[in-house]
């Protein structure tokens, strides 16, 4: 677990999450986003082992060696982690990060509003140097692009600094995720409880009813959080 007393920056509307809850938000393996965030090594036949480095800068420092990341850098796992679901090689995604960051000035451009429409020109401007297997749809059909990211883009809120709201379920339920709010975890609207208590309410108690009158809420409510909480089991 993350000490917050220890951080050296502000926390307040940044969000904070360990490598485990990341992964098990996004749907990946915690060995997998440890990678992605951190790099690893690998061996070569030419000088016996390579380094890849981290996909992207984080917003928060690692504190006594252990590793925690904001709501941006959620959100920029989650499409990384779509674009590898797709069959997009890392190399790739890199480079693209890579330019839309300089294009952008942004470390975080996969949350940026501008991503969503102008994407598929920063990976087509990629492919020219690389294998085109490499991007797949993304620079062979126009639809490509929006295909792989749409399902994710609709159930963003965006904000002048990027990606503001995460409505994991879609935006006709009540499950959302906010860096402003219970430090970005997943809370019930507009109630704001954090999916997780109302989780455990319910398999201590076994009633939906029940737990809703605790929280004075809507079994609706209740139903919404248990389906996100049973839908992200690791």
Known sequence: MIDMATASVPL???GIYTVKEAARLVGAKGIT????LRGYRFPTRRSGQG??????CTELPEV????A???????ELLFIKAFRTEGVSLPTIRLAARKAAKKWNNNHPFCLKRFATDGRTIFATVADGLDRDHVLEL???????????NPYL???DYSKLGVGRWWPLGKD???FLDPRIAFGKPVVAPHNVPTESIWDAVRANGSLSEVAKWFDMPASEVQAAVDFETSRVA
């Open 69 to 75: 990341i904001g709501f941006l850098d959620l959100i």
């Open 64 to 67: 006594e060696g252990k590793l």
């Open 51 to 56: 380094q890849s480095p981290p996909l992207f």
């Open 33 to 36: 986003v440890s990678r992605w």
């Open 154 to 156: 609709k159930n963003m």
């Open 139 to 149: 620079t062979r059909s126009q639809l490509g692009f929006k295909t792989i990211l």
């Open 12 to 14: 307040a509307g940044v």
């Open 173 to 175: 339920r009540v499950v």
